[in-house]
């Protein structure tokens, strides 16, 4: 058995983490978790909540996408997806900032939810407007989010960005589709995107 083990659904944020999984190129276990139907009980061992994308490396859990992508990056340093110590201010800024701010106003204006005029200060992410001019104003002109080059910032970050471009939750910036085209023919996210459309279930 790998000592990493992989729990997940194509249908889900784990997604994120396949593809970080791909580039660290380490063995690893995949175990699927149906969504509709009760968790596996060593799954909900691990993860209590339930939730995927849930990855457990020699016995210790790791949950939140974001979380797991830092995780690794430092859990296997010869892959090369993290920056120096000393150089990872822009790594972490826009690592969370995705995971935070970044998701949180994609998701609350898909539910048609914002916070109400003139108390925007009162929540994490502002505005729906303002999160994404600052995502464009730190992509532009960029390759990657870090100056060292791709990272595991980058398969989060890339991933939001992927997704907000193709189901239209994120306008079509050209700071954007740059970004994402610059990420998207890389060879690990291509692999794992082949496993999880592979896995997907049947349309009817």
């Given at each position: ?34 969504l ?6 060593e799954?909900?061992?691990a ?129 954007f ?28």
């Amino acid at each position: 058995m790998s000592d990493l083990v992989f729990y997940t659904n194509p249908m889900s944020r784990g997604r994120i983490v396949r593809w970080m999984l791909e580039e660290v190129g380490q063995p690893y276990e995949a175990r699927i978790v149906p969504l509709d139907a009760p968790r596996p009980a060593e799954f909900l061992s691990a993860n209590p909540m339930g939730k995927v994308p849930t990855l457990v490396h020699g016995g210790r859990a790791v949950t939140e996408a974001a979380a797991i992508c830092a995780y690794l990056a430092d859990a296997f340093p010869e892959a090369g997806l993290a920056p120096p110590v000393g150089d990872r201010g822009a790594y972490y800024r826009w690592l969370f900032f995705a995971a935070g701010p970044l998701e949180t106003a994609v998701t609350l204006k898909g539910l048609e939810m914002a916070a109400p005029e003139g108390r925007e200060s009162t929540v994490g992410w502002g505005s729906y407007d303002r999160t994404i001019d600052a995502l464009e104003a730190a992509l532009a002109g960029r390759p990657y989010v870090a100056d060292s080059g791709f990272s595991a910032a980058d398969v989060y970050v890339g991933s939001q960005v992927g997704w907000g471009l193709a189901f239209g939750t994120m306008p079509a910036r050209p700071a954007f589709q740059a970004y994402w085209n610059g990420l998207r023919d890389r060879p690990a996210y291509r692999r794992a995107t082949e496993i999880d459309d592979a896995l997907m279930p049947p349309k009817d």
